[in-house]
Nanobody
Framework: QEQLVESGGGLVQAGGSLRLSCAAS????????MGWFRQAPGKEREFVAA????????AYSSSVKGRFTISRDNAKSTVYLQMNSLKPEDTAVYYC???????????????????WGQGTQVTVSS
């Protein structure tokens, strides 16, 4: 059974950094692209970042590009999200997810992802 477990969230002041981790099990991790999404209270879940199955290509939303970095370690079946220069508007529950299909690229649509972690809260104070 596939399982994703996020960790690393917390409370940080604006301008600070956090590193989220997502440990995967139950699927051949290296065959699938991975993504990070977030959901703030009263808002829809939105794309944050994605990484191809080999880690060679990445994508970011315009709101985090240049501040966040997605990476993966296929030997550890783990994907990371390094978040720098955090802003209060980054406050949300962050979710990692694995794509439905094996392919060389990645997707920014949450409907292309079929397994999700439980989420980790990130709160950025001003």
């Amino acid at each position: 059974q596939e399982q994703l477990v996020e960790s690393g969230g917390g409370l940080v002041q604006a301008g600070g950094s956090l590193r989220l981790s997502c440990a995967a099990s139950g699927r051949t991790f290296s065959n699938y692209a991975m993504g990070w999404f977030r959901q703030a209270p009263g808002k829809e879940r939105e794309f944050v970042a994605a990484i191809s199955r080999g880690g060679g290509t990445t994508a970011y939303s315009s709101s985090v590009k240049g501040r966040f970095t997605i990476s993966r370690d296929n030997a550890k079946s783990t994907v990371y999200l390094q978040m720098n220069s955090l802003k209060p508007e980054d406050t949300a529950v962050y979710y990692c997810a694995v794509e439905k299909f094996q392919r060389s690229g990645w997707s920014t649509s949450l409907y292309e992802y079929d397994y999700w972690g439980q989420g980790t809260q990130v709160t950025v104070s001003s």
